[in-house]
């Protein structure tokens, strides 16, 4: 039992991921196979983020005064029902509602489980727990896409999101054993929207933002559109899922060497190195049909793009009073999501009138671009 109170947010991170990201690269495949086109994919993809993009500060505040334990718990049952509806009927309205519940329940544990890794006094201990979460969301994120693509070259896509379903049952049945915080203040009162937006006069939270806004426009749209990137160079699903699993054991294996890089290099440059690594080879990729220079390609992309979240999360944390952390969050997370819902439908309009490539192109070059921005001060 100690060790899961230890290891808790690793061990449940990783499974609610491997789930939910297993799906991840199977919607616009599924979609594209039920005849939507390039630009409705990008509609539906833009769908996972839309209503968290209203809850994640109302979130976050709920958080900060009942607690995390019961919104975690709740978001891993709901994350497996909404990833098992394609499963039961596989049609785009099926899609549709699954993309829309899964993204709520995204955003409820990233904004509970983010709470309960930040819970540490110290700067440290609370370095060291984000750091946890972070490889749990990691390891999620390699394996999901590799089973999700085996799956689906084994059976089908259905058959895929049903398995996976069942991965997010096994996460909800870890969550009853979180401890319960009771230092929350569940008679504090809700702050309005124009509070909430008071928090960005932080300088040190605006910087956190722009990093986590600039590595997850890279990595949602690697995982949109990289799938129909392989399917125009001729590649298997098998060989698809797998090279995005290496793109995200990259962010593994370099979220090991974060206390490493910390002890000697300064946040700003780790953060604006690696940004700008990452979007140099994002543009590279649609140069190169070969399966194995692609797999190389996304594997520095990853290691690239490995270290801005749990940086960018930390720095959120320690910027913020003790009983606004969730709530800081939740307003973090409302920019991740606005990034989430504009990228794939302008992205979608650009692969619609230009191609999957030029959508790489352009991501690459605001990518290093705002990485150059990207100075994050030391905590």
């Not at 976050?60 to 098992?84: E, M, W």
């Not at 955003?107 to 490889?135: G, N």
């Not at 594997?299 to 801005?308: E, P, Q, R, Y």
Request: proline share 4%.
């Amino acid at each position: 039992m100690r060790f899961f109170e230890k290891y808790n947010v690793l061990l449940i991170g990783f499974i609610f991921f491997t789930g939910i990201m297993g799906t991840r690269p199977l919607i616009p495949l599924l979609a594209s196979q039920l005849g939507a086109s390039v630009a409705e994919i990008g509609v539906i993809v833009a769908l996972y983020p839309l209503f968290p993009f209203f809850l994640a500060i109302k979130m976050g505040q709920i958080v900060d005064r009942a607690g995390y334990k019961r919104p975690i718990v709740a978001s891993t049952f709901v994350g497996a029902l909404a990833i098992l509806l394609p499963f039961v009927n596989a049609s785009i309205w099926s899609i549709l509602l699954s993309q829309i519940l899964a993204g709520i329940s995204h955003t409820v544990f990233a904004v509970s489980a983010q709470t309960l890794a930040s819970a540490s006094k110290s700067h440290d201990e609370r370095e060291k727990s984000i750091m946890l979460f972070s490889i749990g969301v990691a390891l999620g994120s390699f394996l999901g896409p590799m089973l999700g693509g085996l799956f689906a070259d084994i059976w089908d896509y259905a058959v895929a999101f049903g398995l996976l379903s069942g991965v997010s049952v096994l996460s909800a049945c870890f969550t009853l054993f979180i401890k319960s915080d009771s230092h929350r203040e569940a008679t504090r009162k809700s702050t309005k929207l124009k509070q909430s937006l008071s928090l960005l006069k932080i300088k040190n939270l605006r910087v956190a933002f722009l990093v986590s806004i600039l590595i997850i426009l890279g990595k949602d749209i690697y995982t949109a559109y990289f799938p129909l990137l392989g399917v125009e160079f001729g590649l298997s699903d098998a060989t698809i899922g797998f090279i995005i699993s290496l793109n995200a054991a990259g962010g593994i294996l370099i979220r090991w060497l974060i206390p490493y890089l910390l002890s000697n290099f300064s946040r700003t440059k780790i953060i604006m190195g690696s940004i700008v690594v990452s979007g140099v080879f994002f543009f590279a990729l649609p140069f190169f049909e070969s399966a194995m220079i692609l797999a190389i390609l996304s594997f520095i992309v990853g290691l690239g793009s490995g270290l801005g979240q749990p940086l960018s999360i930390s720095t959120t944390a320690d910027s913020l009073p003790q009983d606004r952390i969730g709530e800081g969050l939740g307003l973090r997370l409302t920019a991740n999501r606005l990034t989430q819902i504009s990228a794939p439908i302008l992205f979608g309009a650009v692969a619609h009138v230009a191609s999957v490539a030029g959508v790489f192109f352009i991501v690459g070059v605001l990518t290093v671009f705002g990485g150059t921005k990207a100075r994050v001060p030391d905590v």
